[in-house]
Structures are given as structure tokens and as C-alpha cells.
């Protein structure tokens, strides 16, 4: 992959153009050939598109006062572009992301927008790097929760499969493999143990893995709101 200084007034490019996609990771910019996208069809995959397909139909229903109700609260919110950029979220778009993350923890879908900017997370949900196991044997990937994770609060939880050790995953890159509330066995496990086949669907066998990298990300589930991940990291070990 070629490196890249900017200069000139630009700081920085991400995405793709002419067949060369442009990243950034810690070691600066770079291009490399763009890859043609695998569409596998997995059942998460076929869910996601079920999901935007039905609460984008579900915006055509609403009335001129509700779309002007979520025009207004959109002015008070700003996502976060690729490139670091602030993005002024329309009202459609703000109605997209409440929805879809309702519909993803199983959630009714809502016709006027929730107050997620005042969303209150709970502090030292999860636990830290070095009691993160991921176990080629068994095989099992287990997340460590903190003490403030209690039963019944609704997360998400990103992964990265197991990448080459020196991998730098960057978070938008994580899969999201699981929505679930977390339950009282969790609580007393202290962790959440991960395995399965839609997740080997998602991840593949983990046999011949000991030694690489995996990253996994947590976040709690507010008011239709989502906080800022938390990522952990291993290596593959065979016990």
C-alpha cells in the first residue's frame, strides 16, 4: 500500500475514486486497490436490509407535523463523518438512525424522535484487555463485563474475527454481531461468552488462528442512543 503526505490545504481523503481507495491508521494516509465488495447474503446481512427497507417505507407514512417534529430535532444533533467532519443530520436521516437502532434491539419503531441527546449511560460496563479470552480450543470468544453492567441492560457488541497481530481495526470496520440484553447468568459469569453458528457464519472456524489479533467493542442501548464503544482487544490463544 503507497503512503500519502497531504498538503495544500488537504488534510485528509477517505473512500474511494478510480479504483484506489484512500485509508488512514496510525502509520498515516495510504491508497490501495479498491476491493470489490463480498456480498455473502448472511442472515445478518438479509435482517440489516429488511430493517432500512421497512423504516425507510415507514417515513412515506408519516404526516407533514411529524416529519417537521423530526426536521427540528435534527437541527440539535451532528453525526460524525469518515473524515472527522461534523455532518448536519436532516430529519429523514435522524428518523433512519432512531429506528434502525430500535428495530436492531428488537424495539418498537417510533413516529416522533426521542430525546437521545439526553441519553444517560451507566459507567464501568466492561472489563478490561487482559481478562479478554479468545480460546481457539473450545472455541470461544468471552467479553469481560465491569461492575457496572447489571441484567436487563440492552448492548451491542461489535467484533473483528481474528485479523493478522499487527492489524489495526478501525471501529466502523467491527461486524455487529450481537443485540441482546444482558442477562443474570452474564452478570454472574462476568463476561459474555460468544459462539455458535450464526456467529461462526459471521466469523468462520477459528481453527489455525492462535496468535492473531481480535477486537471487540461494547456499547450500551439508551433512548434509541448508543454510546461511545468501548473496544477491547486479544490474541488467540489454544489452551
Known amino acids: 500500500m503507497a503512503k500519502v503526505s497531504f498538503g495544500g490545504g488537504v488534510s485528509n481523503i477517505q473512500g474511494s475514486i478510480s479504483g484506489n481507495t484512500f485509508t488512514r491508521s496510525r502509520g498515516g494516509s495510504g491508497i490501495r486497490n479498491k476491493a470489490k465488495p463480498n456480498n455473502p447474503a448472511t442472515p445478518a446481512q438479509m435482517a440489516q436490509r429488511l430493517r432500512m427497507s421497512t423504516v425507510a417505507k415507514q417515513w412515506g407514512n408519516l404526516t407533514q407535523q411529524q416529519r417537521a417534529a423530526w426536521n427540528q430535532s435534527a437541527k440539535t444533533q451532528v453525526a460524525t463523518g469518515t473524515c ?27 413516529e416522533n424522535p426521542m430525546a437521545s441527546e439526553t441519553a444517560e449511560f451507566a459507567e464501568n460496563v466492561w472489563g478490561e484487555d487482559a481478562d479478554f479470552l479468545a480460546d481457539e480450543s473450545v472455541p470461544t470468544v468471552d467479553m469481560p463485563l465491569g461492575s457496572g453492567a447489571e441484567a436487563g441492560m440492552m448492548i451491542r457488541i461489535r467484533q473483528s474475527g481474528p485479523v493478522p497481530p499487527g492489524s489495526v481495526v478501525p ?61 477491547l482487544t486479544t490474541l488467540v490463544i489454544k489452551s
Open 84 to 110: 472527522g467532519n461534523n455532518i448536519n443530520l436532516t430529519g429523514q436521516m435522524l428518523y433512519m438512525k432512531q429506528n434502525l437502532n430500535l428495530t436492531a434491539q428488537n424495539e418498537a419503531m417510533v
Open 171 to 231: 471501529f466502523h470496520q467491527l461486524k455487529i454481531a450481537y443485540d441482546i440484553p444482558l442477562t443474570a447468568p452474564d452478570i454472574a459469569a462476568g463476561e459474555i461468552s460468544f459462539g455458535g453458528d450464526s456467529w461462526f457464519e459471521m466469523f468462520g472456524s477459528m481453527t489455525g488462528t492462535e496468535g492473531k489479533r481480535w477486537y471487540s467493542s461494547g456499547q450500551q442501548f439508551v433512548n434509541s442512543a448508543f454510546s461511545p464503544p468501548v473496544i
